[in-house]
């Protein structure tokens, strides 16, 4: 049990541009999370597959931002047209069922500038 | 709406000096509430998961009690390195397996 890696852990970007994030999440555990973090707030959920079907999207998921998870394996957060406003922690977390704690990784921290 | 508000925001305590982190949350019916750490720079590390009224989980320094309208995180004699946010998150039942709500979490500092 490595944890969950996410990749990269920073990110700087100029407003417009097009960015992904990669998240592994913990092997056999087939619930995946993405969460944003902004400074002294609690994370918020943006959306959960269970394998590769995506079955929950927050309103916060603008149609700007889209998420995979091929195979139920690793997944992917990209975010397009990126605006200031999306500066934040994107954070993943997996979980082995809807019961067992979230577990998170450290994030990727996206800057816009 | 569901809701978890997190007091004190920020808490500083002398090495040694117990006290208690309060979460007070609004759900339509409560599946689970969890305590998490946080350090600065890192992901939310999971502590406690807490299912009913009355249940009560305890690791090293840190005790978690619940009741039917909030959660206490107890620290006795806690050390500089219990320093770091304590997050607060509930899960509402028939939202099994997905969103985890937040409060904005307790900034504890501890000094030697």
């Known amino acids: 049990d490595t944890g969950v890696s996410q990749d990269p852990r920073h990110k700087i970007t100029k407003r417009g541009q097009n960015v992904t994030f990669r998240c592994d999440p913990i092997s056999e555990h087939n619930r995946l999370y993405w969460y944003r973090q902004t400074l002294g707030q609690g994370p918020e959920f943006l959306t959960y597959?269970?394998?590769?079907?995506?079955?929950?999207k927050s309103r916060l998921l603008s149609d700007r931002f889209s998420a995979e998870r091929p195979k139920g394996s690793f997944s992917t957060l990209e975010i397009q047209r990126t605006e200031q406003g999306d500066s934040a922690m994107y954070l993943c977390?997996?979980?082995?069922?809807?019961?067992?704690?979230?577990?998170f990784g450290d994030g990727t921290r996206l800057s816009i500038l | 709406e569901d809701q978890v508000t997190q007091s004190p925001e920020a808490l500083r305590l002398q090495e040694g000096e117990s006290s208690s982190l309060n979460c007070s949350y609004t759900v339509s019916g409560l599946r689970g509430l969890f305590w998490y750490r946080q350090d600065p720079g890192k992901g939310p590390e999971f502590l406690f998961t807490?299912?009913?009224a009355g249940e009560e989980k305890e690791k090293e320094r840190l005790k978690a009690t619940l009741t039917k309208k909030e959660s206490f995180l107890h620290i006795t004699a806690p050390k500089p390195e219990d320093s770091a946010t304590y997050l607060c998150?509930?899960?509402?039942?028939?939202?099994?397996?997905?969103?985890?709500?937040f409060g904005k979490g307790t900034t504890l500092s501890v000094s030697s």
């Open positions: 977390a997996s979980s082995q069922t809807g019961n067992q704690p979230q577990h």
């Open positions: 998150a509930v899960q509402a039942l028939g939202q099994a397996g997905t969103a985890l709500i």
């Open positions: 807490l299912y009913s």
């Open positions: 597959f269970q394998n590769e079907a995506q079955l929950e």
